[in-house]
């Protein structure tokens, strides 16, 4: 039996609209699960107004808690743009350079947005290059393994969960999934 007792909740969901029910909803639903929830979230006093400063100490205090985790939960759902969070991304690979487990979830409106070809394909269009590989609207080469992230994130995730949800950055639905994925696993 493996031992996890915190959950790192990695993801945007500081940013997102109505966020402290957000985050207060998941870190429940962890505790549900007898596990102890850390997240991003600035738990520091910062006494100062050097916005450099205040930046170092909240990259350090997350890094502290990545440290003392015994895996993560990672929300990769696609942030303005097609892709995850780029903080999200760096504490996945953080994580996984520390040998702690990632369970991953992404929260989608449609199955076209469910792979990462379809929605640069929505948001950006796409086509099939003379080459017979997909082109975004630059002609950069779009990554095409079917895949719902970037390759290096999906393989990471001991579990990838994609979730339809008709609003993607409010649902929890992930989270649960991965608890269920995280019992499995410490079995």
């Known amino acids: 039996m493996r031992r996890l007792a915190t959950i790192y909740l990695a993801g945007p969901d500081q940013w997102a609209p109505e966020a402290p029910d957000l985050m207060d909803r998941k ?3 962890v505790e549900a699960a ?54 999200t991304a760096f504490e996945v690979g953080f ?18 947005e469910a792979e ?22 630059d002609g950069a080469q779009i990554e095409d393994f079917g895949l719902p992230e970037s390759l290096m994130l999906w393989a990471e995730a001991r579990n990838f969960f ?7 950055l409010a649902d929890c639905e992930g989270v649960r999934l991965c608890l269920e994925a995280l019992r499995a696993y410490a079995a």
């Open 116 to 137: 990462l070809q379809g929605r640069v394909d929505l948001l950006f269009g796409a086509q099939m290059g003379l080459d017979g590989l997909w082109r975004d609207a």
């Open 34 to 87: 007898g596990l102890k929830p850390l997240d991003g979230r600035a738990q520091i006093a910062i006494d100062t107004d050097n916005g450099e400063v205040a930046a170092r100490e909240i990259y350090a205090d997350a890094l502290g808690r990545l440290r003392r985790s015994d895996a993560v939960i990672a929300n990769l759902t696609p942030w303005r743009g097609v892709g995850c969070d780029p903080a």
């Open 162 to 168: 994609v979730v339809v949800a008709p609003d993607p």
């Open 95 to 112: 994580a996984a350079a520390l040998g702690k487990p990632v369970f991953a979830y992404m929260n989608v409106m449609s199955e076209d």
């Open 27 to 29: 870190r429940r639903m």
